[in-house]
């Protein structure tokens, strides 16, 4: 049973952080973390009044960044993708001048070529800043290790340890979409996973997909990252009922496979966020799972 929690609700910065892997204990204590509604980010590294500062209003009247959705989803964007109050005004400026609209998703995108241009392709992650007290202890030692790699990852890192390559900036922007899922992020990763194993190792092409499992296993209560392994372990035992919808490829390599060298030919191999043995770790739990 959960012992020693009391309601408490906090912004998500305010219970994550950003930061580089750096896998020092893979016996650290799994921590179970509820993640309420929708997601609200106050990137504190991001200053909206020194940002709204850089333009001249004959470019962006005032009015228009003073939209809170807009203020929401640039903070959102700049925190994303690490931008300081200089670059996302060069983003805005870029979607203004390319896009000649200010759409959100013009905005991520335009955010998305400042990350690539400045070549810092680390992969980042949230951890939890003040640690929980509960830890279960009726979780065996493997499947803590298992637990805390999926609680700590970031989705980027479980893609590149089951497919064993970078993944490329089309499927980076999809990952980006998980964070609009209202799931914890071991959840998302365990999904991820399950995901990936019932298409064969064929990530899918479309956020619905991804919103599809997600909305079965919010009704089906699935909360926890061990709640979500439960389940697929469930699943593999039982017999196959049903299966999600999705274009059969008559290829030996998935679709997304072949883009690959295409879109990355400029852009720098990203630094692996998972040693060698989690990415092992975490393609064994797959293989399990899947076999």
């Known amino acids: ?131 929980d007290v509960f830890v279960s202890s009726d979780i065996d030692d493997d499947t803590y290790k298992i637990i805390n790699l999926l609680d700590r990852a970031s989705p980027k890192a479980i893609l590149e340890s089951l497919s064993g390559i970078t993944p490329s900036v089309s499927e980076l922007r999809l990952l980006e979409q998980l964070s609009n899922i209202k799931l914890p992020q071991g959840v998302i990763n365990t999904m991820l996973m399950f995901i990936i194993g019932e298409r064969k190792g064929s990530l899918p092409t479309s956020y619905n997909y991804f919103e599809k499992v997600a909305n079965e296993w919010a009704r089906k209560g699935i909360k926890t990252t061990k709640a979500a392994l439960d389940y697929m372990q469930k699943e593999k035992d039982s017999p196959k009922t049903k299966s999600y919808k999705y274009s059969k490829k008559e290829k030996d390599k998935p679709e997304w496979y072949e883009n690959y060298e295409t879109e990355l030919k400029d852009t720098k191999t990203s630094k692996n966020d998972l040693s060698d043995e989690e990415k092992a770790l975490i393609s064994q739990e797959a293989q399990e799972l899947f076999k």
């Open 1 to 131: 049973k959960v012992k020693g929690y009391s309601e408490i609700t906090k912004r998500f910065d305010e219970v994550f952080k950003k930061s580089k892997y750096n896998y020092e204990d893979v016996y650290n204590k799994v921590f179970f973390n509820k993640i309420k509604d929708n997601l609200i980010i106050k990137n504190e590294k991001f200053d909206y009044i020194l940002f709204k500062m850089a333009f001249d209003s004959d470019v962006i009247d005032d009015k228009v960044l003073d939209d809170e959705e807009l203020k929401r989803n640039i903070i959102n964007i700049s925190y994303t993708y690490e931008l300081t109050e200089e670059e996302m005004k060069q983003v805005l400026l870029n979607t203004i001048a390319l896009d000649k609209d200010l759409k959100i998703s013009d905005i991520s995108k335009n955010a998305q070529k400042i990350y690539r241009g400045k070549n810092k392709q680390e992969t980042f992650q949230y951890v939890t800043k003040e640690p």
